[in-house]
C-alpha cells in the first residue's frame, strides 16, 4: 500500500540547525500497482502506433493514385504542347510571319531585286488615288455580292434537295460535287468553251428559244455576270456544309411543328432557317473571303477586259506585283484586302450574333 514520510530538507540525519528546513513530502507506490501502470501506458502506445500505422496504411493508397493521376496529368501536358509545336511553327512561319513582312513591304520602295527604300505611307495615299484601285475594288465587290447572294440561295436550295430521302441521291451529290474538284484553270477554259460567241453552247441555247447570241466575254456589260457565273459553278462545298447542318436538326422538333399544323413553308422558315443560322453565317463568311480574292477565272478569260470590267482586286495586285515590279504597293493591296475582308466578317458575325439558335 502507499504512504507518506516527512524528511526536511537541510539534513538526514535529524538536525535542525540548518535554515529553510522544510519537510519534503515523498510518496512512493506499491510495486505492482506501479508495474500495472507502466503496462498501461505501454499498451496505450502500442494502441496509437497500430492507429497511426493503420491512417498510414489507409492514405498510402490515396497518395500513390493521387502521385499517379499528376503524373499521368503531366504526361498528358507535356505530350499536348509537343503536339502542338508542329502547328505553332506553321502558324508562325506560314501566317504571322508572311503578314509581318507584307505589313513592312507596305511601307518600302522595293521592285523584289533591288535595294528597297523607306516610302512610308505614301503607298497608301498612292492607291486611294488611283483610279484603277476603285475599279478593281467596284468589280469585287459586284462579284461578291453576285456570288454571295444568290449562291447562298443556291446551295440552300440544293442542300434541301439532298436532304430528300429519294431514290439515287447519293448520284446527284456527287454529280453536284464534281465541279468542286475540277482545276481552276481547267474550269475556266471549260467556261470558256461554253461561253464563246460563234460556237458556244450557251449561245447555241439561246438560239433555240429564238435569242440573240451573245457576247459574254467581249461586252463590258456582261463580262462580270458571266465571270460570277462561272463562280456559282462551284456551289458543291457550300451545299455540303449546308447539308450537314440540315442533318443536325431534330427530327422532333419537325413533328412538333406538323402536330401544331405547320406547313412546309413554315417548317422552312420557323424551323429550318433558324436552326441554320450558325451554318449560314460560317458559309457567309467563308463565300466573302473566297469571292474576295477572285482571280483565275478573270486571269484565264478576260486578262482583266474587256476595259477593266473584270480588272478585280487581286488580278490588279498580281499585276502590280509581278508585271509592273511595285512590291510595296501591291503590299499596300493586300493590307487593305485584308482588313477590309477582316471588317466585313465582323460586321456578319455582328448581324447573326442575336439571331444565333443553337440544339
Not at 502521385?67 to 506560314?94: V, Y
Not at 439515287?168 to 484553270?185: F, K
Not at 449561245?203 to 460570277?228: E, H, R
Not at 486571269?299 to 510595296?328: C, K, R
Request: charged share 10%; aromatic share 12%; hydrophobic share 50%.
Amino acid at each position: 500500500m502507499a504512504g507518506t514520510v516527512l524528511c526536511p530538507t537541510g539534513s538526514t540525519n535529524g538536525s535542525h540547525d540548518r535554515p529553510n528546513d522544510t519537510p519534503t513530502v515523498i510518496q512512493w507506490i506499491q510495486p505492482g500497482r506501479d508495474r500495472r501502470a507502466r503496462g498501461h501506458t505501454r499498451h496505450a502506445g502500442l494502441e496509437r502506433q497500430m492507429r497511426d500505422k493503420n491512417l498510414v496504411g489507409s492514405l498510402a493508397p490515396a497518395r500513390a493514385r493521387w502521385w499517379q493521376a499528376r503524373s499521368l496529368q503531366a504526361t498528358e501536358e507535356r505530350d499536348f504542347l509537343l503536339l502542338l509545336i508542329p502547328e505553332l511553327l506553321g502558324l508562325l512561319l506560314l501566317f504571322i510571319g508572311p503578314l509581318v513582312a507584307v505589313v513592312g513591304i507596305s511601307l518600302l520602295t522595293w521592285d523584289g531585286l533591288t535595294k528597297a527604300t523607306w516610302h512610308g505611307l505614301g503607298n497608301y495615299q498612292a492607291l486611294f488615288h488611283d483610279s484603277l484601285f476603285w475599279q478593281s475594288l467596284y468589280n469585287t465587290a459586284y462579284y461578291t455580292v453576285l456570288t454571295v447572294g444568290v449562291g447562298t440561295v443556291v446551295a440552300f436550295g440544293v442542300a434541301l434537295l439532298w436532304n430528300q430521302p429519294i431514290r439515287g441521291i447519293t448520284l446527284y451529290r456527287t454529280l453536284y460535287y464534281v465541279p468542286v474538284i475540277v482545276p481552276a484553270v481547267a474550269g475556266s477554259v471549260v467556261w470558256g468553251i461554253l461561253l464563246n460567241p460563234s460556237f458556244g453552247l450557251i449561245n447555241v441555247i439561246l438560239n433555240w428559244f429564238g435569242l440573240p447570241s451573245l457576247q459574254w466575254l467581249q461586252n463590258p456589260s456582261t463580262a462580270k455576270p458571266a465571270i460570277a457565273l462561272l463562280g456559282l459553278w462551284t456551289i458543291g462545298n457550300a451545299a455540303v456544309i449546308y447539308l450537314a447542318g440540315l442533318k443536325s436538326i431534330p427530327s422532333t422538333l419537325y413533328e412538333a411543328a406538323r402536330i401544331d399544323g405547320a406547313g412546309p413553308v413554315g417548317l422552312l422558315f420557323r424551323i429550318t432557317v433558324p436552326m441554320m443560322t450558325p451554318t449560314l453565317m460560317f458559309n457567309i463568311i467563308m463565300s466573302i473571303v473566297a469571292s474576295s480574292q477572285v482571280f483565275t477565272p478573270a486571269y484565264v478569260l478576260t486578262g482583266g477586259g474587256p476595259i477593266n470590267s473584270t480588272l478585280f482586286y487581286v488580278l490588279y495586285l498580281y499585276q502590280n506585283a509581278f508585271q509592273n515590279f511595285l512590291m510595296g504597293y501591291a503590299s499596300a493591296q493586300a493590307v487593305i484586302l485584308l482588313l477590309i475582308t477582316f471588317a466585313l466578317s465582323l460586321i456578319i458575325v455582328r448581324f447573326f450574333q442575336d439571331r444565333m439558335f443553337y440544339d
